[in-house]
């Protein structure tokens, strides 16, 4: 009887210790859920996913990066999930808020380079602003802190370390 109420407390922690890894990426949440998502497609290399996604009890960056090989190859998926502490996601929030009040009006465009899609939280929606190569330029054409934003959470990733352990 003993062993099996023992049993029972250590499977009642273990969901509970468990449900705190689980990411909160839902889309229809006001203070919670998926807060941004960051795409940026490169004309010929790959591109790149960041989520930054906040629960109640622990929030997450998700990221993946989707590697185009030559000759009909099959694409390669690296994906990374970082569990944040309470100081990095809140220093990603203040990024995260200001990026988003300080994003330009812009249209520029090209055919090669990237193009870089921020989709902020808006209400239970989102909005999208799209950029071609932000990181071109970044601070003549206001798109220095979106720029700041992407070299933060792309570091925090470490999907580059991971890419060059797998194909090392």
Not at 5 to 18: E, G, K, V
Request: proline content about 3%.
């Amino acid at each position: 009887m003993k062993s099996s109420i023992l049993f029972i407390i250590i499977m009642l922690f273990s969901c509970s210790s468990f449900a705190n890894d689980v990411p909160n990426c839902s889309e229809d949440e006001i203070y919670t859920g998926k807060l941004f998502q960051l795409d940026i497609k490169h004309s010929f290399r790959g591109s790149y996913e960041y989520k930054f996604c906040v629960g109640d009890e622990s929030s997450f960056l998700i990221s993946k990066y989707i590697e185009h090989l030559p000759q009909n190859l099959p694409d390669l998926l690296h994906t990374s999930k970082v569990k944040l502490t309470l100081d990095v996601k809140e220093k990603l929030k203040i990024m995260y808020q200001k990026t988003l009040t300080t994003l330009p009006k812009e249209s520029s465009r090209g055919k090669d380079g990237s193009t870089w899609c921020f989709r902020p939280k808006s209400g239970t929606s989102y909005a999208s602003f799209c950029y071609w190569s932000a990181e071109s330029k970044s601070s003549d054409r206001g798109l220095n802190d979106l720029y700041k934003l992407k070299l933060f959470i792309h570091d925090l990733s470490g999907i580059d370390t991971r890419i060059n352990e797998n194909g090392a």
